[in-house]
């Protein structure tokens, strides 16, 4: 006949010897009750990057009489866990935390735990820091004058950089223009000292619109971890016309000079601006039919030469500014 023996947790291996009568006769037989062993010690996965806890267990063949403690520790010191955890009784498991330090390449780490004589180990690799995203805002500009403010790309890390920082490798390239060149120059790397920074782009004044991957790696050999985002740099358009003066009375028959203001908004390409100039109305002006707004300025003054009004009491004249499909004008009023 067979039958089921129960046992309780011992903290100690423990003989207990069975006894079977019938009259006079006996039969005996023993058993050894063994004290619970450390099992295994188990992470939710085997990688772990710096700032995320990786969540690690440590288990028992069985539950414990009392709270029993696991020594633990790592072969690596850029990998932490606690000195000790704690299974209670009733439970077979706890669990624990093991915490990465940023580091500038992988590390393989075994995390051992010790219990009674017995250890388990379980194997992890340390990730190093790396880019975890680009991005640049606002994502358009007009060189020279952005309502928005200057193009700040930010760079974000996956976890906090060593030290001594970590240094992310950039370059940009044109992905769609109408013939302009780059016209952005970033240095060759930046190093980034907290896990999200901010840089500046200043980009050169563009003759047509013009699309700019900016890329960054913090991977120099394989650009494993490159990330791209893109900046639209758009020519500046016409601002304004202005004629100085503009309200003019009792002018002789040879005219009367004016100056006239035409201003983009923003700043000429290298190339220069080619601004196109009509004049229209009841009295003639004289003036350059073009004027070229030379680089890295943003406004031409020119005279032009109003003449008398003699058709009615009051004339009225115009000049008008054409640029990239744009076009200004201002308003000259002469009294006879």
Known sequence: MDFNVGTFPVNAPTDVT?????GTSSKTAKLQVNPV???????AGNTVVPATPLKCTASLDGGPPQAITVALSTTLSVLSVPATVTINKGTDKSPFDAK???IAQSAPVQITGTYAGVSKSFAVTVLPVALDAISIAPDSTIPGSSPQGIPMLSITLTAPPPAAGLKVKLSSQVT?????????????????????QKFSIEPRPVASETWVAINASSDFFNDIDKKSATLKVTPAPLHNVQAIPNN??????????????????????DAGASVDIQYTGDTPI???NRVEIVKGTNYKQFSATVSPCSI????????????????KH?????DQ
Do not use: M, W
């Open 248 to 269: 003019l009375a009792h002018l002789p028959l040879g005219g009367q000079a004016i100056q006239v203001f035409v201003a983009l908004n923003g700043t000429a390409p």
């Open 286 to 288: 004289a003036g350059p």
């Open 330 to 334: 201002a308003t000259v009023t002469i």
């Open 18 to 22: 069975f006894t079977a009568k019938v």
């Open 100 to 102: 990465a330090e940023p």
């Open 37 to 43: 062993k450390l099992a295994a010690i188990t992470c």
């Open 176 to 196: 769609a223009s109408h013939g302009d060149s780059n016209p952005v120059t970033l240095p060759a790397s930046v190093t980034l000292t907290h896990q999200t």
């Open 312 to 327: 009615k009491p009051t004339c009225t004249s115009f000049i008008t500014a054409r640029y990239l499909g744009g076009q």
